[in-house]
Every structure is written in structure tokens, then in C-alpha cells.
T-cell receptor, first 116, second 113 residues
Framework: DVKVTQSSRYLVKRTGEKVFLECVQD?????MFWYRQDPGLGLRLIYF???????EKGDIPEGYSVSREKKERFSLILESASTNQTSMYLC???????????????FGPGTRLTVL | GENVEQHPSTLSVQEGDSAVIKCTYS??????FPWYKQELGKGPQLIID?????GEKKDQRIAVTLNKTAKHFSLHITETQPEDSAVYFC????????????FGKGITLSVRP
């Protein structure tokens, strides 16, 4: 089974802090994604990556950056956390070369971040 | 870009009844339509998907139908059970272009015992 893990389930930070959210997948997937989930807004894509050291902006990249130094790990960085970044953050991975459907995304359990 | 609409935002059914959740999409080039179920405290999990070369797909109590002409697709759950209570997301993508899914806003399904 595909496993996507996220470093924390719950996180509380203060405004202005630099925040790192880590995601690791164990299926050698090429593609990795970061979403935020807010009530009434569904899942919104922040950044994604198709390969190591590659990154592309999603629909709401402002205030975020990412890092992909290794294939299995994709980090989301909040350079200076603000209260409007309080949200649930979900990581996902997929692989165009795996045996299954190209676009099937597998999600981690999420990190609920609160910025005070 | 693609726009996926999902209505209504909540749905309540009696245990044993059927539930139908509908989504519409805007990009006629979209060709892959997955459905995800998110239980409380967990990430979304894929439950069924359909590609544009078929009109219907079934897996036990769940089925998905696709109408390419009208650009809508639906999730059907029969004989609902309390454990079906969750948030359901539909999504669409043109898999020939990229793997970036566009999600609907989600619907909260409640199954009353």
C-alpha cells in the first residue's frame, strides 16, 4: 500500500515564525503536491513537483515556498507565518509510471496548523 | 482552466437509502474523474474513478456515471450505512496535459441510523 506521511498532525505557531511542513512517501512516486483545505473552499493546490529539485506554482502559492531535495520528500515552507495561513495542509503523491492510474493521488493524514 | 462544481454542500439520507452526488466540469478535454472520501481526521482516500472512454463503473455498493456531452459525473452509493458518512470530493483532470487535479468543494454526506 502507498503510504504518505506528514511530520505533524497538529502544529501551533506564532505570527512571523518560519514554519516547515514535511511530507514523505514510500512508493517512489515522481509527483508530489501540497494542498490547503478550508471549510467551504475545498482543496486548493499550493505547489507541486514533478521531479527532484523541480517545483511549480499551484493556484495559491503566495506566502509559501517548497523544497524537493530527495524524491521521497516534499517540504512546504511558510517563510513568515500569518493568521490567514491557519488551515489544514494536505500532502499527496502520484506517479505516471506506476502500474495504476497515472493521475491517482494518494494523500497523507494532514497537518492542522494554527497560527496565533 | 478547469472548474469543477459540486452541489449541494450537504446531503442527509436514511440508512439503507441511496445517495447520489453530482459534479459538473467545464473543460471538455478533461478525461479522468476520481472520487475521494475523507473521513474525520483523515486525508482523502480514492474510492472510485472513471475515464472518459466509459460511461459507468461499479464497485460493490458504489458506482460512478459520466455524461461527457453534458459535462457532468455522479457518484451513486446504494444501501447506505453509517460508515458512509464523510466528506466526498469529485475531481477532474486532462491527464494528457498534466497530473494536476481540479477538485470540487466537497459534500458532507450524513447517513442517519
Amino acid at each position: 500500500d502507498v503510504k504518505v506521511t506528514q511530520s505533524s498532525r497538529y502544529l501551533v505557531k506564532r505570527t512571523g515564525e518560519k514554519v516547515f511542513l514535511e511530507c514523505v512517501q514510500d512508493m517512489d512516486h515522481e509527483n508530489m503536491f501540497w494542498y490547503r483545505q478550508d471549510p467551504g473552499l475545498g482543496l486548493r493546490l499550493i505547489y507541486f513537483s514533478y521531479d527532484v529539485k523541480m517545483k511549480e506554482k499551484g493556484d495559491i502559492p503566495e506566502g509559501y515556498s517548497v523544497s524537493r531535495e530527495k524524491k521521497e520528500r516534499f517540504s512546504l515552507i511558510l517563510e513568515s507565518a500569518s493568521t490567514n495561513q491557519t488551515s489544514m495542509y494536505l500532502c499527496a503523491s502520484s506517479s505516471p509510471s506506476a502500474g495504476g492510474p497515472r493521475d491517482t493521488q494518494y494523500f497523507g493524514p494532514g497537518t492542522r496548523l494554527t497560527v496565533l | 482552466g478547469e472548474n469543477v462544481e459540486q452541489h449541494p454542500s450537504t446531503l442527509s439520507v436514511q440508512e439503507g437509502d441511496s445517495a447520489v452526488i453530482k459534479c459538473t466540469y467545464s473543460d471538455s478535454a478533461s478525461n479522468y474523474f476520481p472520487w475521494y472520501k475523507q473521513e474525520l481526521g483523515k486525508g482523502p482516500q480514492l474510492i472510485i474513478d472513471i475515464r472518459s472512454n466509459v460511461g459507468e463503473k461499479k464497485d460493490q455498493r458504489i458506482a460512478v456515471t459520466l455524461n461527457k456531452t453534458a459535462k457532468h459525473f455522479s457518484l451513486h452509493i446504494t444501501e447506505t450505512q453509517p460508515e458512509d458518512s464523510a466528506v466526498y470530493f469529485c475531481a477532474a483532470v486532462n491527464s494528457g496535459a498534466n497530473s494536476k487535479l481540479t477538485f470540487g468543494k466537497g459534500i458532507t454526506l450524513s447517513v442517519r441510523p
